[in-house]
């Protein structure tokens, strides 16, 4: 993976990272979530006047991911509701790398070499070990945990693909967003209630606006990525964003950063050294 690339994809991590421990930071996920996408709302209209519109190509895509990412956040905002970030989240970014890695080799005719192989294996692995640890998965939340990782898997092979057929991956990107977080806002506001949802809304400005913006950029940088890299390098080199998250969790959520976890953190660095050399 070229030099460049590999950072901007790092650095997505870290963004990644820090807007999942804002929506698992506040006691309503839902509410904390519906800060974030309801403020992309006038970001992605704004762009979407300035930006050249996507190739009709891609419109397609737009369609099947906005239903997708719905799905998505709705799902991970139950489930970060009703568990530690640090348990259900590797479980969230160690998957789906091994999934869309068989897929990619099956139906997307991309190259992988065989350290690029070992190093998605390695990486998907290191992450999912770190789930073994810690609290016990509530199991109201296994069905909310599946739908997040198919989610991932699907979003993360769409979005590649469309982004690629856009020709314009920002512009894809902001009416991606626009469409979703319009219709999510709805459905959270309906669900929450309208006083419930504004109060939240209006104390934590700031915060909302923020992270939205930590989000889109984080978001932008992956679908710019794939259209420079395979997709299933960008996505687990992008799943790295778990020692992130460990940190923040340890530092700013009171979970414990145990021995097993150091040590998968350590396995998934190795497996992002291998995939900048893949």
Same mark, same amino acid.
């Given at each position: 993976? %070229?030099?460049?690339?590999?950072? =901007?994809? /790092?650095?997505?991590?870290?963004?990644?990272?820090?807007?999942? &421990?804002?929506?698992? !930071?506040?006691?309503?996920?839902?509410? *904390?979530?519906?800060?974030?996408?309801?403020?992309?709302?006038?970001?992605?209209?704004?762009?979407?006047?300035?930006?050249?519109?996507?190739?009709? %190509?891609?419109?397609?895509?737009?369609?099947?991911?906005?239903?997708?990412?719905?799905?998505?956040?709705?799902?991970?905002?139950?489930?970060?509701?009703?568990? %530690?970030?640090?348990? =259900?989240?590797?479980?969230?970014?160690?998957?789906?790398?091994?999934?869309? /890695?068989?897929?990619?080799?099956?139906?997307?005719? *991309?190259?992988?070499?065989?350290?690029?192989?070992?190093?998605?294996?390695?990486?998907?692995?290191?992450?999912?070990?770190?789930?073994?640890?810690?609290? $016990?998965?509530?199991?109201?939340?296994?069905?909310?945990?599946?739908? =997040?990782?198919?989610?991932?898997?699907?979003?993360?092979?769409? %979005?590649?693909?469309?982004?690629?057929?856009?020709? !314009? &991956?920002?512009?894809?990107?902001?009416?991606?967003?626009?469409?979703?977080?319009?219709?999510?806002?709805?459905? $959270?506001?309906?669900?929450?209630?309208?006083?419930?949802?504004? *109060?939240?809304?209006?104390?934590?400005?700031?915060?909302?606006?923020?992270?939205?913006?930590?989000?889109?950029?984080?978001?932008? /940088?992956?679908?710019?990525?794939?259209?420079?890299?395979?997709? =299933?390098?960008?996505?687990?080199?992008? *799943?790295?964003?778990?020692?992130?998250?460990?940190?923040?969790?340890?530092?700013?959520?009171?979970?414990?950063?145990?021995?097993?976890?150091?040590?998968?953190?350590?396995?998934?660095?190795?497996?992002?050294?291998?995939?900048?050399?893949?």
């Amino acid at each position: 993976m %070229d030099g460049f690339v590999f950072l =901007v994809v /790092l650095s997505s991590a870290l963004m990644h990272a820090t807007w999942n &421990s804002t929506i698992k !930071q506040g006691p309503n996920s839902f509410l *904390e979530s519906l800060n974030i996408y309801i403020w992309k709302i006038p970001l992605t209209l704004t762009l979407i006047l300035i930006l050249p519109f996507p190739h009709e %190509d891609s419109w397609p895509f737009i369609a099947v991911s906005v239903f997708i990412h719905i799905l998505y956040n709705y799902a991970l905002a139950y489930s970060y509701q009703h568990n %530690d970030i640090t348990k =259900v989240y590797p479980i969230f970014r160690g998957t789906p790398p091994l999934i869309i /890695l068989v897929f990619s080799y099956l139906f997307l005719n *991309e190259t992988i070499s065989f350290i690029g192989w070992i190093a998605v294996i390695i990486t998907s692995l290191g992450i999912l070990s770190i789930s073994f640890t810690g609290s $016990i998965i509530q199991k109201k939340s296994i069905l909310s945990i599946s739908l =997040v990782t198919l989610s991932i898997v699907t979003y993360s092979i769409i %979005d590649g693909l469309g982004a690629r057929a856009s020709e !314009q &991956s920002f512009s894809y990107l902001a009416w991606l967003f626009f469409i979703k977080g319009s219709l999510y806002s709805i459905i $959270i506001i309906s669900q929450q209630g309208y006083q419930t949802s504004f *109060e939240h809304l209006n104390n934590n400005r700031i915060r909302g606006i923020v992270t939205s913006l930590i989000s889109f950029l984080s978001y932008s /940088l992956i679908l710019w990525a794939v259209t420079k890299a395979p997709i =299933v390098y960008v996505a687990a080199l992008r *799943e790295t964003s778990i020692i992130f998250v460990g940190i923040i969790g340890w530092l700013f959520l009171s979970e414990k950063l145990s021995k097993i976890k150091i040590l998968s953190i350590i396995i998934i660095a190795l497996g992002a050294v291998l995939l900048r050399l893949s």
